[in-house]
């Protein structure tokens, strides 16, 4: 029978099954749209952060590639990224026999030519500065000639 009659119990109850379940789906819906969005927020900080390593990279490579390795610090841009390089010694590691020379070593102290003379190890750090505001930092050692 396609009508029902005036007193039916159960004509009421498909107004409220379509309230209930158009507000399910609304819970899921806003709960797929924030999850759509954290994802797309952190996406865009992803390929920053890796914008920001690929400059700082390829600062790194240029750093000693065109001139010595000098003490200090130096800064630029890369397109929206800022970058800074400072080049430091850094601190010399205590060795408790460094003054010992090994069982059978003949070798003379006086050889101000060894290669232990000439070369030194430097720390080099790079600071990238996205467009955000957010800083990476990318930190190697390189041997390089002493500085006169």
Not at 7 to 24: I, N
Not at 59 to 79: E, K, N, P, Y
Not at 82 to 104: F, L, N, Q, Y
Not at 127 to 143: E, N
Request: aromatic letters at 8%.
């Amino acid at each position: 029978m396609l009508f029902h009659r005036k007193g039916d119990a159960r004509a009421g109850y498909v107004l409220v099954e379509v309230l209930v379940a158009t507000a399910v789906a609304a819970l899921i819906f806003t709960a797929l749209i924030r999850s759509f969005a954290t994802t797309w927020s952190n996406s865009g900080r992803v390929r920053e952060e890796a914008e920001a390593v690929f400059v700082g990279r390829a600062v790194l490579q240029a750093v000693g590639a065109r001139t010595m390795l000098r003490m200090g610090s130096q800064d630029g841009t890369s397109g929206p990224y800022a970058w800074s390089v400072s080049i430091t010694e850094p601190p010399a590691p205590i060795m408790p026999d460094a003054g010992k020379k090994p069982a059978g070593d003949n070798s003379d102290d006086d050889d101000d030519d060894s290669d232990t003379n000439r070369w030194t190890l430097y720390r080099i750090t790079i600071a990238v500065t996205a467009p955000s505001g957010r800083k990476t930092t990318l930190d190697t050692f390189r041997l390089g000639p002493k500085q006169s």
